[in-house]
């Protein structure tokens, strides 16, 4: 039987989405076909559809959420976009991804809970038609990855007692908004972009409640975590699960970080442990992102190095595992006193046994959207980035925001 092709309707056209999105997603002509492209800029929407072989390009939104020969939607727009826009595909009966994180408000996925409801998709299923209603899909392309699906979780659930971890991502320059070029004047400033900045002000209301408690900091936090933090913190989740804790939230603009508390299984002593979580930007044109966890004899990292915003995929981009373990043999040093290599003074220590494990950054993309596929025709494996999944993200950085009310309200803190 063959693939049913799904027809994509994709919401914005960056720098980002021309170096990622579109040239994996135009390789997977089995699975999808490019119909419709929005964005505000016509120029950009006009050379994304000659560059990709799409089909339609619109600078009206609505062109692309109501149009009949679109299947699914891809909200890949900035998250004060993601509610608006996601609810008025549900409703129109269409599948929907959105990027993590989905969104940061408990009232706002509510919405979106009672769109899937009232959305009626009908599509076509070998040669019949069946109604159901429209499903959410959760874009983070890091938990696709091959080597961390089959290799970093197959280890981690190898490790034993985890002693230590530590999650970072500190890359630059990236285009957040314009606070992090006032953090830093040694900091490109960034690019145009699609941010509502009253719009996403708007939705942070919702979340904390009084504009008085919007300071510059908390903003430019939440920024961070909707473009590039919740991917770090979503495949945290995945990895170590959902912590029980955490404390000493601290921003110092542009630079965020947070300690998290968890608990080993009981069948591995069931004794505490922490992550450090640290995350920022600077100047530094790198991605120094990771999540290394510390067992007694083994440290597991899952690294990833992936394009920043106008860079293109290529073989320098990839998620990578790395494994470090004591080997069983012995090595010997040799003290050197006064050049001479006396037989006596010879240290043994253990040899490290390392292993590497690379995937492209195109591979994890292409996983991505092969689950999504599975995910909306059915007879594929359970997702795993659906909207409940998005929940536990949510969970995670009310817990956050909860911490930082406790702190910001009992010490002065750069919090406050």
Request: contains cysteine.
């Amino acid at each position: 039987m063959p693939t049913l092709v799904l027809r994509l309707g994709i919401l914005g056209a960056t720098n980002a989405v021309q170096a990622t999105y579109l040239p994996v997603l135009r390789s997977l002509k089995t699975h999808y076909s490019l119909t419709a492209i929005y964005d505000p800029n016509p120029e950009i929407a006009n050379q994304c559809q000659a560059r990709f072989g799409i089909t339609h390009s619109t600078t009206v939104v609505e062109d692309v959420l109501l149009h009949k020969e679109v299947d699914v939607i891809l909200n890949l727009l900035p998250m004060e976009y993601h509610e608006q826009y996601t609810v008025t595909a549900l409703e129109a009966g269409k599948d929907i991804m959105v990027e993590v994180p989905l969104t940061m408000s408990i009232s706002s996925l509510r919405r979106m809970r009672e769109a899937i409801k009232k959305g009626k998709a009908t599509r076509s299923l070998t040669g019949t038609s069946e109604t159901d209603s429209p499903k959410v899909f959760v874009g983070c392309a890091r938990r696709y990855a091959p080597c961390f699906t089959e290799v970093f979780k197959k280890e981690l659930a190898a490790l034993g007692r985890v002693y230590y971890a530590r999650c970072r991502n500190i890359a630059g320059p990236m285009n957040i908004d314009n606070s992090v070029a006032r953090a830093s004047k040694d900091i490109t400033p960034p690019m145009k972009s699609n941010n509502n900045p009253e719009q996403f002000r708007a939705l942070l209301e919702d979340v904390f409640g009084l504009e008085e408690d919007l300071t510059p900091d908390r903003v430019a936090f939440c920024r961070y975590l909707g473009m590039i933090g919740c991917h770090d913190l979503s495949v945290m989740r995945e990895s170590l699960g959902f912590p029980d804790a955490v404390s000493n939230v601290a921003i110092t603009e542009p630079f965020y970080s947070a300690i998290f508390h968890y608990m080993n299984s009981a069948e591995n002593d069931g004794c505490p442990f922490t992550l450090l979580y640290e995350a920022g930007v600077d100047a530094v044109p790198r991605c120094d992102a990771h999540l290394t966890i510390y067992g007694a004899h083994k440290t597991l990292s899952l690294e990833y190095d992936f394009p920043r915003p106008g860079e293109k995929i290529s073989t320098g981009t990839y998620v990578r595992v790395v494994v470090e373990e004591v080997d069983g043999s012995m090595e010997t040093d040799h003290v050197n006193r006064n050049q001479i290599n006396e037989t006596e003074n010879a240290v043994p220590r253990p040899r490290i046994k390392r292993t590497e494990t690379v995937s492209t950054c195109d591979e994890a993309y292409e996983r991505e959207f092969l689950a999504l596929h599975s995910y909306l025709v059915g007879g594929g494996p359970a997702a795993k980035t659906t909207a409940d999944d998005a929940f536990m993200d949510l969970r995670l950085l009310l817990m956050i925001f909860d911490h930082y009310n406790r702190q910001c309200g009992t010490i002065r803190t750069p919090l406050g």
